[in-house]
């Protein structure tokens, strides 16, 4: 279902750039006093398992594996062409959802918000958007019912096999069914073709790169403590292509996900952003800098924005989200100086992208962040270019 605007509100602008030597259209915010009327239902879902949850038991019975993909496997980095993301609209993050809209169908005429969304709130999600000046014919409602807005964790990870775009499913790493069966509500809407990765994982804990270079932390051993590294290992090459290594995680009295986009964010073939702590927060440093040294010693531009812990929070700039010409970006209130840093290096590192800042600082108390709202759909014409 496609919806037509109305009128943009007044909003901030944050930049232009050129794409194909022409003016780009501008990436828009809704006015604050919009987002300031939107309220969320209580009791949202954090990202990490809620202690009620962790006395049910998380999930460990994998899905019963599909037949990998045969032939030509390639999984897109996030830095490449993408048709759009997805979002999940159930009235958590409704402010920083609409911003993202908003920004998204307003600074970027090629992509698609698909948006997951109960037939109860159907109606109030039309409203806010085209209220908030989003560009609705650039949205498309998927009439679902999801749990939680943390999409990233598990909704359809991408492959393009053979010149068409096909899903890898996994079990989601938290006791949300509605949440765990997205993939599937996808893949009935457009006809993809789905295979059933048998891990029990949280799709954050991954990044990878065009040259099929793929990390995620330890945490994934864990939570399929049947297999050991290797196994693992061979399921990414087989089902999506990839080199697979397994870095160390970030404490989980630091990082109660221990996903790897908390710090970690590819933007490009031989550039990456990692969160940097101070030396008095001794294994987040550690287990950064070590990082930062290998993937620097491998050829790679290292960038850094600042990574803390503040009032049982771990805040990062590093979990961001990069589309076609946009990067949403972080900002934290209270923070002026480190938000400054973060924006300036973005745009060093990303200087054809506008940098469109969001209030990200109700979100950080729920263990997450932008990146893990969404997932890209990767445009269905990229062709891996390293092939042959």
Known sequence: MLQRTYALTAALVIGLMAVNGSAAQT???????????LKDEPNRLPKNATPAELALGLPRVP?????????????PPEYAPNEGLILSWVNQQTALLTSM????????????????????RLSSAQTTLTQA???????????????????????????INNGKRAIVDHTYNRPRPNDDRFPEAWQALTGEARFALPLVHGGGNFHLFANREAYMTSLVLGENSNLGARQIRDLYTSYQGQLLEIRD????SFDSTQHIDMWMLPVADNKVIISEYDV?????????????????ARGYQIFRTP??????????????????????????????ARNAQALATFQSALPDKQIVPLDCTSIITQAGSLHCIVMHVPDVLFRDNLEG
């Not at 995680?249 to 989980?252: D, G, I, T, V």
């Not at 008095?280 to 620097?296: K, N």
């Open 63 to 75: 899905l019963m594996p599909t037949v990998a993909p045969l032939g030509s496997i390639f999984t």
């Open 280 to 296: 008095s927060l001794t294994v987040p440093h550690q287990v950064s800098e070590a990082a930062a040294s290998d993937l620097a």
């Open 307 to 336: 990574g803390w812990r503040s009032n049982g929070s771990h805040y990062t700039y590093a979990n961001a989200v990069l589309l076609n010409r946009l990067a949403l970006v972080c900002q934290f209130n209270g923070q002026p």
């Open 133 to 159: 000046g989003a560009v609705m014919s650039r949205v498309k409602f998927i009439v679902t019912t999801t749990d939680t807005v943390w999409m990233r964790d598990y909704g359809p990870r991408f492959i």
């Open 27 to 37: 990436a828009r915010l809704p006015d604050p006093a919009f987002l300031a009327t």
């Open 249 to 252: 995680p970030l404490p989980a």
């Open 101 to 120: 809209v908003t920004a998204i169908t307003t600074g970027d005429p090629n992509s698609t918000v698909f948006i997951a969304v109960s037939g109860t």
